[in-house]
């Protein structure tokens, strides 16, 4: 089983500034399987990225994914005030990782 | 629009089994292209998969749930099912349902949650 660690477990940010969100995997694993997830509080999670840099229908383009092997990264290019919540990465369709919450600094 | 909409009772004893319906409405389960799947959410653990199934009947599991996991599918009523024996406290959750691509594997359309209390 593919294990995903994310960090920072927490990232206090101010609206507008840039958020760089990091998941590494056990082993390494394709990227066509590797997708993002954000999740507001008492919400179900929405599916941001999938294959590791693809879109999701209706996400703003500053929302982008990057990363191959174990090392993928999210990053949120400015920082809108919807965009604080919690954030999962996910492997193969099963494996999460544990999330990040990006929180206003 | 596809929506999913998860039911069952909000309260089970523990050793009993858990038995929960996701409804899918404005699309068919019936579609090569998906599998239909469970996951769960705690504070303690996060996000876990459960299972998954498609619309044929075949199943895949998460193994840390020993076994006690049954998912199936009615196609007639587009519907399909989670049955989890032997609950404990620790199976107390909020309980997702989702679409998931049959090739990228990722879950583009949840259910909004049902929150599953285990206690006499």
């Given at each position: ?11 206090s ?8 969100l990091?998941?590494r995997a ?8 590797l ?8 919400q179900a999670?929405r599916?941001?990225?999938y ?8 996400i ?15 990053t949120i ?8 919540a919690?954030?999962?990465?996910q492997?193969?369709g099963?494996?999460?990782g544990?999330?990040?919450?990006v929180?206003?600094? | 629009?596809l929506?999913?909409?998860e039911?069952?009772p909000?309260?089970v ?15 068919s389960i019936s579609?090569s292209?998906?599998y239909?799947?469970?996951?769960r ?6 996000l ?6 498609y619309?044929?009947g075949?199943?895949f ?5 020993m ?9 007639s009523?587009n ?11 620790a199976?107390?959750a ?6 998931r ?9 949840w259910?909004?949650g049902t929150?599953?209390?285990v206690?006499?």
């Amino acid at each position: 089983e593919i294990v995903l660690t994310q960090s920072p477990g927490t990232l206090s940010l101010s609206p507008g500034e840039r958020a760089t969100l990091s998941c590494r995997a056990s082993q390494s694993s394709s990227s066509r399987f590797l997708a993002w997830y954000q999740q507001k509080p008492g919400q179900a999670p929405r599916l941001l990225i999938y294959g590791a840099s693809s879109r999701a229908t209706g996400i703003p383009d500053r929302f982008s994914g990057s990363g191959s092997g174990t090392d993928f990264t999210l990053t949120i290019s400015r920082l809108e005030p919807e965009d604080f919540a919690v954030y999962y990465c996910q492997q193969y369709g099963s494996s999460f990782g544990q999330g990040t919450k990006v929180e206003i600094k | 629009q596809l929506q999913l909409q998860e039911s069952g009772p909000g309260l089970v004893k523990p050793s009993e089994t858990l038995s929960l319906t996701c409804t899918v409405s404005g699309g068919s389960i019936s579609s090569s292209s998906y599998y239909w799947d469970w996951i769960r959410q705690t504070p303690g653990k996060g996000l876990e998969w459960i299972g998954s199934i498609y619309y044929s009947g075949s199943t895949f599991d998460n193994p840390s749930l020993m076994s006690r996991v049954t998912i199936s599918v009615d196609t007639s009523k587009n519907q399909f099912s989670l049955k989890l024996s032997s609950l404990t406290a620790a199976d107390a959750a909020v309980y997702y349902c989702a679409r998931r691509s049959s090739t990228g594997w990722y879950l583009d359309h949840w259910g909004q949650g049902t929150l599953v209390t285990v206690s006499s």
